[in-house]
């Protein structure tokens, strides 16, 4: 893993799956269509409620919790 878990500036919705792409040096697009996918074929509520926690969760870039 390549450090602190944070939100992205490149955003669709809040960040979070940019976050978890640019964390893992993975291309973004990649990260949202396979949680796309997951989210859908897991019965939608299950990754729409792992998202908002996830938006709460993780910190804004910028933000230094040392």
Known sequence: MAGRLMKSQ???ISGV???IAENMHWD???VRIIYAF???IT???PGV???IV???V???QGVRGD
Do not use: A, H, R, V
């Open 43 to 45: 019965g939608i509520i």
């Open 58 to 60: 993780m910190p804004d």
């Open 49 to 51: 409620i792992l998202y």
């Open 54 to 56: 996830m938006m709460f």
């Open 17 to 19: 799956c940019g976050g």
């Open 10 to 12: 490149n955003k669709i």
């Open 38 to 40: 997951l989210t859908l």
């Open 28 to 30: 973004k697009t990649w």
